[in-house]
């Protein structure tokens, strides 16, 4: 919970290191989210040092990835959408690309997805020649 509050006050932004590459990323949270995670925190009765998410499960303290996925699978079927596509990692996906194509700043995608190479970046995005091309046209030299 320390990643998100300081003494009773949600952050604006917070970071969380990657478990594949142990890369810190940093990200927002908008005015909803705070609001949301200060009501979470007051109903579960959370304390400092605990996790955001606790488990129910004896034998772990924090939520899993796997039983985050189910939970966001859960939450798309309940407003309507198919489980099956869309997830944690095509939400994740869905934000960078909407950030790509509203600032074109592929630098700023980068660190927020906390990808080390450029390449990696454009591959996740899936930019094409057509983005490429796009982007030419509109530029003036």
């Not at 600032?103 to 970046?121: I, M």
Request: include cysteine.
């Amino acid at each position: 919970m320390n990643d998100v509050a300081r003494g009773g006050d949600i952050l604006t932004r917070a970071s969380v290191v990657q478990q594949k590459n142990r890369e810190p990323v940093r990200f927002e949270l908008t005015e909803p989210t705070r609001v949301a995670v200060a009501a979470w925190i007051a109903k579960a009765g959370l304390s400092s040092g605990s996790y955001l998410l606790p488990s129910r499960r004896q034998d772990s303290p924090h939520l899993s990835t796997r039983q985050y996925a189910r939970i966001v699978k859960g939450w798309v079927g309940l407003i309507g959408g198919n489980p099956q596509e869309y997830g944690t990692h095509s939400l994740r996906r869905t934000k960078a690309t909407l950030i790509y194509r509203r600032t074109k700043n592929l630098r700023a995608v980068q660190l927020l997805l906390g990808h080390r190479k450029r390449e990696s970046t454009v591959r996740y995005l899936g930019i094409e020649v057509d983005d490429a091309l796009e982007m030419a046209e509109r530029t003036e030299c």
